[in-house]
């Protein structure tokens, strides 16, 4: 069965900086990979997917990730944060094959220092 | 467009008392649905998925159960609520592995 990890309970950046959100999977094969941000309160939007194909995927908001088969990663980065991007950050993934379950990782909490 | 609605947005429930949450999806087929809940610091728990009516896999043993009895309505029931199952519950839909989220129903059993 798949899993994620974020290692990263919580980071705290200053405004402008650059970001980068870890998530590490296993499962036996590469599977669908997504990273989600919740805003609180909120439920979940999806900021960028990977299925094949180029390993670096843009997403929305200025946000990027990159498929790392040898680590079994798919990191998060944004080379400049604002203010409005401190929320949950949420890694998922689907397994290709069987019933298809989206398991997410434990979510990695966004400060924003001015 | 595709919508997930899921109702209600807030609940204060006594312990021992039923649940019933409901979610329903419009303008999709044969989408597989899920529940998860997130408590305080514990991340995103998948609860159950279905693939299709009356097909649920529960991921965890506890004191909820879930019914699909249509094809785009998900239901999560209890008989008798714990105050462990407070928490944030979201419902979501996928068709060809996206998920889409419902707003997510705040239970607080008191």
């Known amino acids: 069965a798949q899993s994620v990890t974020q290692p990263d309970i919580h980071i705290t950046v200053s405004e402008g900086a650059s970001l980068e959100l870890r998530c590490n999977y296993s499962?036996?094969?590469?599977?669908?990979l997504f990273w989600y941000v919740q805003s609180p309160g909120q439920g979940l939007q999806l900021l960028l997917k990977?299925?094949?194909?180029?390993?670096l995927v843009q997403g929305i908001k200025g946000f990027e990730a990159e498929f790392k088969r040898s680590q079994s990663s798919f990191n998060l980065r944004k080379p400049s944060v604002h203010w409005s991007d401190a929320a949950e950050y949420f890694c998922?993934?689907?397994?290709?094959?069987?019933?298809?379950?989206?398991?997410f990782g434990q979510g990695t909490r966004l400060t924003i220092n001015p | 467009s595709q919508t997930i609605h899921q109702w209600p947005a807030t609940l204060v429930q006594p312990v021992g008392s039923p649940l019933s949450l409901e979610c329903t999806v419009e303008?999709?087929?044969?989408?597989?649905l899920y529940w998860y809940r997130q408590a305080a610091g514990r991340g995103l728990q998948l609860l159950f998925y279905?693939?299709?009516?009356?097909?649920i896999s529960s991921e965890v043993p506890q004191n909820l159960s879930a019914s699909r009895p249509q094809d785009r309505q998900f239901i999560l029931s209890s008989k008798k609520l714990l105050l462990s199952d407070s928490g944030f519950y979201l419902c979501?839909?996928?068709?060809?592995?996206?998920?889409?989220f419902g707003q997510g129903t705040r239970l607080t059993v008191v």
């Open positions: 990977y299925f094949s194909g180029d390993t």
């Open positions: 303008g999709t087929s044969n989408p597989n």
């Open positions: 499962y036996g094969a590469t599977p669908y």
């Open positions: 979501a839909w996928s068709v060809q592995t996206e998920a889409f």
């Open positions: 279905s693939v299709g009516i009356g097909q």
């Open positions: 998922a993934v689907v397994g290709i094959q069987g019933a298809q379950k989206l398991v």
